[in-house]
Each structure stands twice: as structure tokens, then as C-alpha cells.
């Protein structure tokens, strides 16, 4: 299983960018998608989550500026970001629970982060 994210980059304060982390390999159902961020000196946070049956979750931090989504078809999962503050700036990572088999548990998965720098 491979996770390879990707949209990160350098934008102004109240910019734009969209993030997306495809998953590939053998996979039988994926359960949970997140995404999370780690900033300098900081520890890795929850940014926002998506589970099969379509329960998301967001950080206070970034409730109204962000949207989580996914394609099941093309096992990929989105975050859009609007508004971004200087303290979005982040290494930002892609973590799914999935099963590559129906007969064993889920197992997790990280993907290879991406860089988010908000400055101007």
C-alpha cells in the first residue's frame, strides 16, 4: 500500500491551496481518511477526517476554512483550504485505515507529507 500526497506549496496569507493523497495497492476497503499537520517544535495534529459512512471531523482551528472529501472510486482523499493563516504553515500528511483483506483487521497507513508554507 502506497500513500502519495500532493498540492502543497508556498501562498499568501488568505490563499488557497487543495491537497490530495492517493492510495494505492492492494486494497479491499478503506475506513478512515485524515489528514494531519505537524509544524516546526509542535507535534503532529488532526486536521480533519472522513470515514466510510461519511463522518467528518475538523480541528476548531480549522472549522469553515477547510473541506475534507473523497473519491471511493479513485481512492482519494481531498482537502481544500481556504483562508489560510500563517499558522496553517505545516508539513501536512495523508493517514487512511484500511483492510487489504475482508478476513483481517484494519491496519494504518501514512503517506510522505507535504509542505504548506503560508507567508507573505
Known amino acids: 500500500v502506497q500513500l502519495q500526497a500532493s498540492g502543497g506549496g508556498l501562498v499568501q496569507p488568505g490563499g488557497s491551496l487543495r491537497l490530495s493523497c492517493v492510495v494505492s495497492?492492494?486494497?479491499?476497503?478503506?475506513?478512515?481518511m485524515g489528514w494531519y499537520r505537524q509544524a516546526p517544535g509542535k507535534q503532529r495534529e488532526l486536521v480533519s477526517s472522513i470515514t466510510s459512512g461519511g463522518n467528518i471531523n475538523y480541528a476548531d482551528s480549522v472549522k469553515g476554512r477547510f473541506t475534507i472529501s473523497r473519491d471511493h472510486a479513485k481512492n482519494t482523499v481531498f482537502l481544500q483550504m481556504n483562508g489560510l493563516k500563517p499558522e496553517d504553515t505545516a508539513v501536512y500528511y495523508c493517514?487512511?485505515?484500511?483492510?487489504?483483506?475482508?478476513?483481517?483487521?484494519?491496519?494504518?497507513?501514512w503517506g510522505q507529507g507535504t509542505q504548506v508554507t503560508v507567508s507573505s
Open positions: 493517514n487512511v485505515d484500511l483492510k487489504t483483506d475482508p478476513y483481517l483487521v484494519g491496519q494504518e497507513y
Open positions: 495497492g492492494s486494497i479491499f476497503a478503506i475506513e478512515y
